[in-house]
């Protein structure tokens, strides 16, 4: 058990609609990162936070957007939802932000279909 | 999306025997980390390297950090049914934290 977790599991859900994913980072960690893996791309990172501020962005899309709270835990809105939208969503958190030790732990991820 | 180049892609090999991976980048990384994932599951961390030449074991498995920053090696010795899963290497950039993943490496291990 990484000690990150993630809800729902599972999630399945229409065309067009808007789906929100959830968080909550390791105790004492203050930097989250959402990653989508899917068959053709693999594993791409999405977005980072750092104690509630984005600290990078990657591949994600302008209908997908994150944000992270006081309390530290995470949250990925994925809307306007298309069919090639359905993949494994993983959160991961690490201590720091960026530099010192970067290992990033992982949750046991959301698989969202899209129909 | 950008991924680095790990081999080989799949491995069937006997239980006992020993196993080598590797992954390589065209971009010099500060970090690199090995995961292994199982299938439905979140990747797994095994091993972070943080220098050039640096040399991890955890266990059965021993990884290197390349000397040129662009590459990295895994391997396991004494392979078991448990190892069965998908290896994924990372690569961190300067001045990031976000990971770069390789392509995986599958791991069949027959009994």
Redesign the interface.
């Known amino acids: 058990d990484?000690g990150?977790t993630q809800t729902p599991k599972h999630l399945i859900t229409a065309t067009g609609q808007r789906v929100t994913l959830r968080c909550s980072p390791r105790s004492g960690d203050l930097?989250v990162?959402w990653?989508q893996q899917s068959l053709d791309?693999?594993?791409?990172?999405l977005i980072?936070y750092y104690n509630g501020e984005e600290?990078?962005k990657?591949?994600i899309l302008e209908r997908f957007s994150a944000q992270q709270f006081p309390d530290l835990h995470s949250e990925l809105n994925l809307s306007s939802l298309e069919l090639g939208d359905s993949a494994l969503y993983?959160c991961?958190s690490?201590e720091?932000?960026?530099?010192g030790?970067?290992?990033?732990?992982?949750?046991?991820?959301t698989?969202l279909t899209v129909t | 999306g950008q991924q680095l180049n790990q081999s080989p892609q799949s491995m069937f090999i006997q239980e006992g025997e020993d196993v080598s991976m590797n992954c390589t980048s065209s971009s010099i990384f500060n970090t690199w980390l090995w995961y292994k994932q199982d299938p439905g599951e979140g990747p797994v961390l095994l091993i972070a390297l943080y220098k050039a030449g640096e040399l991890t074991s955890n266990g059965r498995l021993t990884a290197q950090f390349g000397i040129t920053r662009k590459d990295s090696f895994l391997n396991i010795s004494a392979s078991i049914p448990s190892d069965v899963g998908i290896y994924f290497c990372a690569g961190q950039s300067p001045g990031t934290n976000k990971l770069i993943f390789g392509t995986g490496t599958l791991l069949a291990v027959q009994p």
Not at chain 1, 41 to 45: D, E, I, K, R, T
Not at chain 1, 101 to 109: D, L, V, W
């Open positions: 990484s990150v930097s990162y990653y791309q693999g594993l791409q990172f980072q600290r990078a990657g591949n993983f991961a690490s720091w932000a960026s530099g030790r970067g290992e990033q732990y992982f949750g046991p991820g698989r």
